[in-house]
């Protein structure tokens, strides 16, 4: 029977295990030393050896003929493999009280054969706090002939208490360059036949892991009936190429948004792994900013430097913005089913944010102002975006006409009536709860009848909540306002998201800092008063409410 490389060439001494350098050394000197303590916790990502190192660890202590540190595979401790002097427990299927409960009970038994009983506890932080709770006393009071050793990838979840007890042994991500050596080495026992450039792509695929790098070649092997190239490794992963990365870039940094979609239509056809994909292209940008800042480290780290000298000169701040877009929406894929969806909004809004306008003189000033106006005029929905976009901010403000608004105070009473509304029964429970409900709203940028609302929420960040009212805060004053001149719209639409009906309001960052000086220090006294106006008639039924109105205000006619 056929048995997985990953498998096959785990390590089975100390020797053996690739990267963990400080954690074999350290390992070595206590069981020559002697000072083995009761309790070990490895902790680390994935693949990285932690289980492996915990059983060549329980082998090596229990030895009759061990000569530095290597097991001798032939005393009864090391040729009988089920003794019971080595019990891995899965903590994720065995993470209840009444199975610690049952370990506590057996503990007292001596080993069979070998000086140690060792427990293997893995992904311990699986483990209820009831179990933990019956962990706890055994660890810290255990007989002598016992040795604790806890697995995890999450040390973070694990009760201080618990951790307090244990030497910790953090395992790091393996380095690129052990990896390729690793698999050079399975590559060349196995007879297999790859690429140079396939075996560094298969290490940065894998992140650090060790596991899945062999896993990945196995695949690979599997895949190819020739030589593997680094086109085999992007098809098992369901990433793209460098070249396909680059052109990617380009049609970004050209706003070319129908090439960009034509491109993930195509990728989806092949089953593309749309969450892999977002993350390489952060690091292809990762890659361009240190081409550009960092020359000379690139070109010792890096291969294909011909594809980032094709690229057009991109600003910094372009690429840090695109990095942190992508970032956000990456992290969202992994929550979501929808991930497509997710990696074309991302990149319609990098191309959605547009690049500051640079005005040589007024003649030009007033011709890209007049071909903005006619954009907007034509299709106000597709452009209200633009209208948020800070870059635009200086422009616009130039071209602000005053208009005289009979319902000023009117408006500014509601809104001081909504703020104290809601921070008199400010809930950070509620709060809490809507926060990810906001999400879904991502879903509607696409949809013509709701992605202007959808994207003027977006646009700000809720801030507090009560059980009938929210506090939406913005970037500036005029943000705010528009918000606050279509509450009636977005109020439908968040009715429509959460399944009830919320009374809303916007104000600017700035004002908000004073209100929460207030709130935080109570210099202020936030009472509730009931409403008694008719917002419809105040905003305006027919004409103050509608998408296209906004940009009366900030458009010129020529």
Not at 225 to 248: A, C, F, R, Y
Not at 332 to 352: Q, R
Not at 360 to 382: A, G, L
Not at 485 to 500: H, M, W
Request: glycine share 4%.
């Amino acid at each position: 029977m056929y048995q997985a490389l990953y498998r096959k060439y785990r390590p089975k001494t100390l020797e053996d295990v690739c990267g963990q350098d400080t954690i074999v050394t350290i390992l070595k000197n206590s069981i020559k030393s002697g000072k083995i303590n009761h309790a070990y916790l490895f902790a680390g990502p994935r693949g990285t050896g932690k289980t492996s190192v915990a059983k060549i660890f329980a082998k090596i202590v229990n030895c009759e003929n061990l000569v530095n540190c290597i097991p001798c595979n032939k005393c009864t401790s090391c040729t009988q493999v089920n003794n019971g002097d080595i019990i891995e427990i899965d903590a994720a299927s065995n993470n209840g009280v009444d199975e610690i409960r049952e370990l506590r009970n057996n503990v007292n038994l001596v080993p069979s054969y070998g000086k140690y009983k060792v427990y293997i506890i893995d992904e311990v932080h699986m483990l209820t706090t009831g179990a933990f709770n019956a962990l706890l006393k055994t660890l810290e009071e255990p007989p002598a002939h016992i040795i604790f050793i806890l697995a995890t990838t999450d040390p973070h979840k694990i009760p201080e208490t618990i951790l307090s007890r244990c030497q910790r042994l953090d395992f790091k991500k393996i380095s690129n360059k052990a990896i390729v050596e690793n698999l050079r080495k399975i590559s060349k026992l196995e007879n297999i036949e790859i690429e140079e450039e396939a075996l560094n792509e298969i290490a940065q695929l894998s992140d650090g892991g060790m596991r899945d790098s062999v896993g990945m070649l196995d695949q690979a092997n599997a895949y190819s009936s020739k030589k593997i190239s680094i086109k085999d490794i992007h098809d098992i992963n369901g990433t793209i190429v460098p070249e396909d990365m680059k052109n990617i870039i380009e049609y970004i940094f050209n706003n070319n948004l129908d090439k960009i979609l034509e491109n993930i239509d195509k990728y989806n056809d092949k089953g593309k792994n749309f969450v892999k994909l977002t993350e390489e292209l952060i690091t292809f940008i990762r890659n361009i900013l240190l081409f550009k800042k960092a020359p000379e480290y690139f070109k010792n780290t890096q291969k294909n430097i011909e594809i980032y000298e094709k690229l057009p000169n991109i600003e910094v701040n372009q690429l840090l913005r695109y990095i942190e877009i992508l970032n956000k929406y990456s992290f969202e894929m992994k929550n979501n089913n929808n991930t497509k969806l997710l990696l074309e909004l991302a990149l319609i809004k990098i191309i959605s944010e547009d690049k500051p306008v640079n005005i040589s003189n007024k003649e030009n000033e007033q011709k890209t102002i007049k071909k903005e106006s006619e954009i907007k005029i034509q299709n106000p929905n597709k452009n209200l975006q633009k209208q948020n976009d800070q870059t635009y901010e200086e422009p616009q403000k130039k071209l602000i006409v005053e208009k005289q608004d009979d319902n000023y105070e009117l408006k500014k009473k509601i809104k001081q009536i909504r703020i104290d509304n809601t921070l008199s029964n400010f809930s950070k429970r509620h709060l809490m709860e809507i926060l990810p409900n906001l999400e879904n709203l991502n879903n509607m940028l696409l949809d013509p009848d709701y992605s202007s609302i959808a994207s003027m929420i977006l646009d700000g960040k809720l801030k507090a909540a009560s059980d009938e009212y929210l506090i939406f805060v913005y970037k500036n004053e005029r943000l705010a306002n528009l918000f606050n001149e279509n509450i009636l719209s977005i109020e439908n639409l968040l009715e429509r998201t959460f399944g009830k009906k919320y009374k809303i309001i916007a104000t600017d960052i700035e004002d908000w800092e004073k209100i929460k000086l207030e709130f935080n220090k109570k210099t202020r006294k936030f009472e509730y008063v009931k409403e008694n106006f008719n917002l419809e008639e105040i905003l305006g039924k027919n004409k103050n409410n509608s998408i296209e109105n906004m940009f009366e205000e900030i458009i010129e006619y020529n």
